[in-house]
């Protein structure tokens, strides 16, 4: 039984920043994966970032924008967003996997000026 729930989606211009919070409750080790997914409307739900205590990786679309980052203690991910683009707008959703996969409910994060 887990719980994901995320928040710091809104509205922002581009160019502006966005910082992405998701909070865990259960059993999780540093080796079970957290990130962000994204999906944008009319498209599949893709792959933004995911972390592990040895391993992170971006979809190239956001490398350099964005930078996940991972609280192990309190079993918490943040996704910071800079420099965001038109096309960053989506629903972004929590991911934890342990034995199985878990997702949040999503925030809306929407770039227009």
């Known amino acids: 039984q887990v719980q994901l729930v995320e928040s710091g989606g809104g509205l922002v211009q581009p160019g502006g920043s966005l910082r992405l919070s998701c909070a865990a409750s259960g059993t999780i080790f540093s080796y079970n994966i957290m990130g962000w997914y994204r999906q944008a409307a009319g498209k599949e739900r893709e792959l933004v970032a995911t972390?592990?205590?040895?391993?992170?990786n971006y979809a190239d679309s956001v490398k350099g924008r964005f930078t996940i980052s991972r609280d192990y203690a309190k079993n918490m991910v943040s996704l910071q967003m800079n420099g965001l683009k038109p096309e960053d707008t989506a629903v972004y959703y929590c991911?934890?996997?342990?034995?199985?996969?878990?997702w949040g409910q999503g925030t809306q994060v929407t770039v227009s000026s």
């Open positions: 991911y934890l996997r342990t034995v199985r996969g878990y």
């Open positions: 972390i592990t205590s040895t391993n992170i």
